[in-house]
């Protein structure tokens, strides 16, 4: 089974400042696609980015971007001129492209907080 | 834009009674997935359907049933509630297995409270 880790369990960065969330996952496939996803208190789920494992080129999404790396399987999140908006807990997700009605599998999440 | 809608939004059970949540999946997607997420943990799969079929199962109790209806909108039935049941559930849907987008879209979540 896959799995998916996020190893910093709470993070803190100042407002306007960079802050990089990481995550890492164990698979054996080669077509897969991963996704950071925010849960603000309202606990609803909100994507923020995602990546297609087919595609060298690191996703983008205004001041959210990630570093894919294949090889090592890492699969982290930065997100530049942070906002006190930002601050959520965010999750890592996995899904297989084989089939494409595939579950995900979720990291154990990053608690975001951004100071002001 | 028209989102994943589930009902109710919060619920509370007593101990041995039995909940029914709803999940009604934005237009045109076929594929309904549900979601429990306990206190202070990451979102753990359930169960989905497809075309009114169950794709895939995950942890579910044997409590627990659920199903997807003509219109597509699902259904999650828990029967013989546990206080450990006591967790945000979410519905999720995607559209049509063959497009690229491979993205789920969340619901609000149900909070269900087990007293």
């Known amino acids: 089974a896959q799995t998916v880790t996020q190893s910093q369990p709470e993070m803190s960065v100042q407002e306007a400042e960079t802050v990089t969330l990481s995550c890492t996952y164990d698979?054996?496939?080669?077509?897969?696609?991963l996704f950071w996803y925010k849960q603000p208190p309202s606990r609803q789920m909100i994507l923020v980015i995602r990546?297609?494992?087919?595609?060298?080129q690191n996703a983008t999404e205004n001041r959210f971007s990630v570093n894919f790396q294949k090889a090592a399987k890492s699969f982290s999140l930065k997100i530049s001129d942070s906002q006190l908006g930002d601050a959520a807990m965010y999750f890592c997700?996995?899904?297989?492209?084989?089939?494409?009605?595939?579950?995900?599998?979720f990291g154990s999440g990053t608690k975001l907080n951004v100071k002001p | 834009a028209a989102g994943v809608i589930q009902s109710p939004r919060h619920l509370i059970k007593e101990k041995r009674e039995t909940a029914t949540l709803k999940c009604y999946p934005i237009?045109?997607?076929?594929?309904v997935y549900w979601y429990q997420q306990g206190p202070g943990q990451d979102p753990q799969f359930l169960i989905s359907?497809?075309?009114?079929?169950?794709?895939d199962k995950g942890s579910i109790p044997d409590r627990f049933s659920a199903q997807q209806f003509s219109d597509y909108h699902s259904e999650l039935n828990m029967s013989s509630l546990e206080l450990g049941d006591s967790a945000l559930y979410f519905c999720?849907?995607?559209?049509?297995?063959?497009?690229?987008?491979?993205?789920?879209?969340f619901g609000p979540g149900t909070r269900l409270t087990v007293l």
């Open positions: 999720a849907s995607s559209p049509d297995g063959t497009s690229e987008n491979n993205e789920q879209f």
């Open positions: 698979t054996s496939e080669s077509d897969y696609y």
């Open positions: 990546q297609e494992a087919y595609k060298q």
């Open positions: 997700a996995y899904r297989s492209g084989v089939y494409n009605f595939n579950k995900f599998y």
């Open positions: 237009p045109r997607h076929d594929t």
């Open positions: 359907f497809y075309e009114k079929m169950q794709s």
